[in-house]
């Protein structure tokens, strides 16, 4: 029978900038079953808002504690799924998302974001977040509707990659900030280590497709996972469903080639889950697919593709 596990946020069940194969697991649990783990919005203490009273503690304590690694992320994990094996998928199954703080900041920063040179007047801003959850105002009198995502979902990557900063997303998911990505939808991971070793992070309130400033409304978060080893299936790469679509990702530092392979992905996906032929599934991807730009700032660029699967 599924069992459900809940991490708590203390900062010796997370790391702050970095995945590695290496870490000892926060946990170890069956497939199957639920996890609920806490993360907090990427950055350092210039980050924060004036009035230090709304820093819960917990987040000051991973502040002053952790040591910061290749990036600016906080990081829960790893979970240690029994039965993954390398080769394997990991089936991760968003449940849930919702907000832990009453703020969240949006940045401009230092040579980061898709014009670094246009906008050289850095600035940080601390949106107040309703007691509800469900929207953020802005300074300047607007509300955007919350829609709560983890910015990094990955598995543990290949041990002779040795420690992974945090920023760049690869073949183990990680930072793909992809708003997409949220409860209802089910992620599938490439296994590159026994366990899977699954992390989440990088909380995000709200995003638009480019994340284009360099930040999303960073946030703390708290979702729930359930993580399921499948060995029918096999990925080389993230890949995503809903109840209504299906999506592929693609990363690579060219959007062209970031493009590429989310259609290819796509292309493969098709085939393997209807009676298509290559080509009947890349002439359906051009007439019924979305390609969206995910982020812009993250190293490895996004792509993902949504296609409706009523389609196939």
């Not at 960073?218 to 996972?225: A, P």
Request: charged share 20%.
């Amino acid at each position: 029978m599924a069992r459900h596990h809940t991490i708590s946020s203390a900062p010796e069940n997370m790391v702050w900038g970095y995945l590695d194969s290496a870490l000892e697991p926060v946990i170890k649990i069956a497939s199957g079953d639920t996890v609920t783990l806490t993360s907090f919005p990427a950055g350092g203490k210039e980050c924060l808002p004036p009035d230090a009273s709304r820093v819960p503690a917990d987040y000051m304590a991973a502040l002053d504690t952790l040591r910061q690694g290749g990036g600016p992320h906080f990081i829960t994990g790893p979970v240690y799924v029994e039965g993954a094996k390398p080769g394997d998928t990991l089936q991760v199954d968003i449940l849930e998302a919702k907000p832990t703080m009453d703020w969240g900041f949006v940045a401009i920063l230092p040579l980061l974001g898709t014009l670094p040179d246009e906008f050289t007047d850095y600035e940080t801003i601390h949106p107040k977040i309703s007691p509800k959850g469900d929207v953020c105002t802005m300074p300047w009198g607007v509300d955007i509707p919350l829609d709560p995502f983890f910015g990094i979902m990955g598995v543990a990557p290949p041990p002779a990659w040795g420690r992974v900063g945090s920023p760049v997303p690869r073949a183990f998911g990680g930072n793909m900030d992809n708003k997409e990505l949220k409860p209802g939808v089910t992620l599938y991971l490439p296994v590159f280590n026994e366990g899977a070793l699954f992390f989440a992070g990088d909380g995000h309130g709200v995003q638009g497709d480019g994340e284009v400033c360099i930040t999303a409304l960073e946030m703390g978060i708290e979702g729930t996972f359930r993580l399921t080893v499948r060995k029918d299936m096999a990925v080389d790469f993230p890949f995503a469903e809903s109840e209504t679509h299906l999506m592929s990702i693609g990363l690579d530092e060219d959007l062209d080639d970031a493009a590429k392979q989310a259609v290819r992905e796509m292309v493969r996906h098709v085939c393997l889950r209807s009676n298509l032929t290559r080509n009947e599934a890349y002439m359906l991807c051009s007439l019924a697919g979305d390609l969206r730009v995910t982020q812009l700032v993250d190293g490895n660029k996004g792509i993902h593709m949504m296609l409706p699967k009523s389609m196939i």
